[in-house]
Nanobody, 119 residues
Framework: QVRLVESGGGLVQPGGSLRLSCVAS????????MGWYREVPGKQRELVAT???????DYLDTVKDRFTISRDNAKNTMYLQMNSLKPEDTALYYC?????????????WGQGTQVTVSS
């Protein structure tokens, strides 16, 4: 019954910015780790960034210093601030979260939000 819903994707020009959001809802006891993946047709899903409950972050080398992952535990929400966007950032972005609930301890996935970087 847990759901993750992404928002904030869209079409931007190279050098522009977007802020993605991921809101978790449902029967949630505790969200442990959260992260963002991205996927393009014909390619394997790629881990973009992760953030722990304590705020420890990690980034894909190609987005480091351009993207910032953050979370608001009180709102069960995660963000990905994407600056200096490049065409190669174009992808379907998914949020994921390891969530402890009354009946499970597992990874959940959103349905994705499209980011397109083009002039």
């Amino acid at each position: 019954q847990v759901r993750l819903v992404e928002s904030g994707g869209g079409l931007v020009q190279p050098g522009g910015s977007l802020r993605l959001s991921c809101v978790a809802s449902g029967s949630i006891f505790y969200i442990v780790d959260m992260g963002w993946y991205r996927e393009v047709p014909g390619k394997q899903r790629e881990l973009v960034a992760t953030i722990s409950r304590r705020g420890t972050t990690d980034y894909l080398d190609t987005v480091k210093d351009r993207f910032t992952i953050s979370r608001d535990n009180a709102k069960n929400t995660m963000y990905l601030q994407m600056n200096s966007l490049k065409p190669e950032d174009t992808a379907l972005y998914y949020c994921t979260a390891k969530i402890l609930s009354g009946s499970s301890n597992r990874d959940y996935w959103g349905q994705g939000t499209q980011v397109t970087v083009s002039s």
